[in-house]
Each structure stands twice: as structure tokens, then as C-alpha cells.
């Protein structure tokens, strides 16, 4: 395996899911945006606890719709090391 294949606990990504702390603050289960956004509660599940390799565009629009956010407040780029 290459250096840069995975970094610890990273799934090979230096971007950090932030959909905790959007459901919290608008009081919303993540049962609940599965359903509202049309995606299985596990699929949502593996995007929050950062083990998604991807996302489609239209799944993160609809997210945001959602949410009502953009899509810098559900993701950032936090650099690991090199």
C-alpha cells in the first residue's frame, strides 16, 4: 500500500462531515433527512461517521435543500499529514 492510500481513520479523505452537528442544531434525526432527502438511513449513516468515499451532487443538493445550508457547512477539508 502506498503512503497516501489511507490515512488513519480517514478512509484515504482529509474531509470531515460536519451532518452531526447540522441535524443538532435543527433538532432533525438522521431518520428523518434519509427520508426527506430519498436516501437509506445507512447510506447517510456511513456519509456522517466519514467513511463515505463519495457523494452525487444530487444527493448533496438535496441535503442542502433540506438542511437549508450550503454545502461548506456540511464539509471541510482538514489537512492531515503529509
Do not use: W, Y
Request: with cysteine.
Amino acid at each position: 500500500m502506498a503512503a497516501d492510500d489511507d490515512h488513519e481513520g480517514h478512509e484515504g479523505h482529509d474531509i470531515e462531515v460536519h451532518l452531526d452537528r447540522l441535524l443538532s442544531e435543527r433538532g432533525m434525526t438522521l431518520t428523518e433527512l434519509a427520508h426527506r432527502v430519498g436516501v437509506t438511513n445507512v447510506n447517510l449513516s456511513v456519509l456522517k461517521n466519514g467513511r463515505a468515499k463519495a457523494i452525487r451532487f444530487t444527493t448533496l443538493t438535496r441535503i442542502c435543500e433540506v438542511l437549508q445550508c450550503q454545502p461548506g457547512d456540511l464539509l471541510s477539508h482538514r489537512p492531515g499529514p503529509p
